[in-house]
């Protein structure tokens, strides 16, 4: 973030000269219509952060919208035609083009919407303040509010205005309260306390929203570095008990550590079955799919059976092991094994070498008396650590 002779401070980023940004904005540029990014975008470039996804705002309506990019032949798709958004294809990227807007009426799910308004207006209808800064093509940046900056530089998540009404908007701005402060917030200062009043007084409503929208934002706050401070005040305001009702907070400190310790990037899934939560619940209330609700499953499973990583890694795969040998080590306030990667990346890579086919070639009958028989002799494999070999066991 930088300023330039009173002009306020300026993004530098590359996607600023993508080919998508670029295209998009001398569309609606040459209609006469104003091109500007805002969200994420810009909050994240100002704070050098990542940037996954490309925003605009335009005081175009949304059929002028579409016609200026079918003018410049980008290919566009109406994704929320109704509250103002056009998509734009361009070089292999979407960029979601939202006409500028004021809510007309909203029920807290969703909201009728007027078009026309002016980029203060629009910016009023945001969640929160440091989602409300504009960025020109030239990188220029807007605080329509003139708070976002400030807040922005603090990392401090504010709901602008009055927090019970952006809440009344749009339930799911409780669960964004939270999320934001566990990605973007300041740790030591703790959340805003208004807004922290306001997602407590309204707690019941998370229980109307999607449960994938809840999912969603969920996935999100638990894969952030340290989830822990954020869904400690989620608890205190009565939201995760709507969210997750059998999750407990206790062992998410130690984990956060022995990742740290590990060099683990954060996981949600790791996490989730850190907080106690049951697979099958997991997957119902958050509406997971089943190959996550199998990686769950699969985390718990290697845990419970408590075997050196490598050879969880061979029953369970690589990443189930690595999860639960960090959640076992910070059980015991141990740091997780030094050699840890390279131990489940060998253990996964191992084959049992005894098939059914070995044991009826020497006798043995279909049935369960072979299952039982093969799973004894990988249970004996497993314990030696992979040593024994094929003919030591069929010969044993």
Known sequence: MTAEGGRGPRV???WLASASARHAVAALEAGGAQALFVGGCVRNALMGAPVADLDMATDAPPQTVQALLEAAGIRHVPTGIEHGTVTALVDGRGVEITTFRKDVETDGRRAVVAFGGTLEEDAARRDFTLNALY????????????EGLADLEARRIRFIGD????????????????????LYGDAFRGLDASGQAACATAADGVEDLARERIGAEMRKLLAAPDPGPALAAMA????LAR??????LDALGALA???????SAPDWKRRLVAMGVDPDDATERLRLSRADQRALKAILT???EGRPPGQSANRQGAEAA????LQTAAAAGAAPPQALQREVSKGATQEFPVGAEDLIARGMKPGKALGARLSKLEDAWLDSNFRLTRGEMLDG
């Open 257 to 263: 550590a022995a990742e740290a310790l590990a060099g």
């Open 322 to 325: 690595r999860d639960a040998a």
């Open 135 to 146: 960025a020109r093509p030239d990188g220029t940046v807007l605080d329509p509010l003139g």
């Open 302 to 304: 290697a845990r419970e």
């Open 12 to 14: 530098e980023a590359t």
């Open 163 to 182: 927090p019970a009404a952006r809440i009344e908007e749009d339930r799911l701005r409780i669960l964004r309260f939270y999320r934001f402060h566990a």
């Open 243 to 248: 969210a997750l009702p059998s999750a407990t």
């Open 236 to 239: 205190e305001a009565g939201v």
